[in-house]
């Protein structure tokens, strides 16, 4: 089966950094997407890899690695805007996006 | 119109009622799809439609039916709802610009009692 792995909640600090994991078991890989999701709304865009390293913008960074199965994304300078669900969503090959249960993320001043 | 609109925001619907849910992009994607989220579950695809008059089967398509008459609209519609089917449901389109990313309507809450 496919199965996309994402810790259920992470608590950090205002300021500081917090590193939020992705693995995934698919049948085939054509990208990796992350998602932030604020409480009540709906998923928006944050990043896309398709190929192993690091993609930055701006706070947010996120990386990739197809041999491990593995994905994480970096966000520096926590503001307690950033308080949200993470996803972590692949593309298979049958280009059908299979998601993760998503990270709760909790911003503490 | 700007991006994905849904219509309901929410509804309670008893159970065996028929039910429409709306979904309306101005971005002119032609790939759009329907997704329910419950807690604790990631977001599963119902169906699916790369491009106008045709739709697919997505994971958890039981109980639903879809139609796409042109490209900026893609109804969902529940036969007669059961209290399973109680769930947020979002709405996306992408375009097949290379990376596909999928943006996400507003979202509609419903209730089957």
């Known amino acids: 089966g496919q199965n996309i792995d994402q810790p259920t909640e992470m608590t950090a600090t205002e300021g500081a950094i917090v590193q939020i994991n992705c693995t995934y078991q698919t049948s085939g890989f054509n990208g990796l997407f992350w998602y932030q999701q604020h409480a009540g709304e709906a998923p928006t865009f944050l990043s896309y890899n398709v190929l192993d390293g690091l993609e930055e913008k701006g706070r947010f960074s996120s990386f990739l690695s197809r041999s491990k199965g593995y994905s994480y994304l970096l966000l520096k300078e926590l503001q307690m805007k950033d308080s949200a669900s993470y996803l972590c969503?692949?593309?298979?090959?049958?280009?059908?996006?299979?998601w993760g249960a998503g990270t709760k993320l909790i911003i503490k001043p | 119109i700007a991006g994905i609109t849904q219509a309901p925001t929410s509804q309670i619907l008893a159970a065996g009622r028929r039910m429409t849910l709306r979904c309306t992009q101005d971005?002119?994607?032609?790939?759009m799809y329907w997704y329910r989220q419950d807690l604790g579950l990631g977001l599963r695809l119902i169906h699916y439609?790369?491009?106008?008059?045709?739709?697919g089967k997505g994971e958890v398509p039981d109980g639903y039916s879809v139609s796409r008459a042109n490209t900026d609209d893609f109804p969902l519609t529940l036969a007669s709802a059961v209290p399973s089917q109680t769930s947020v449901y979002f709405c996306a389109s992408s375009e097949a610009d290379g990376t596909d990313t999928q943006y996400f309507g507003p979202g509609t809450r419903l209730t089957v009692l």
């Open positions: 971005m002119r994607h032609n790939a």
């Open positions: 439609s790369n491009t106008a008059g045709t739709t």
């Open positions: 969503a692949v593309r298979d090959s049958n280009y059908q996006l299979i």
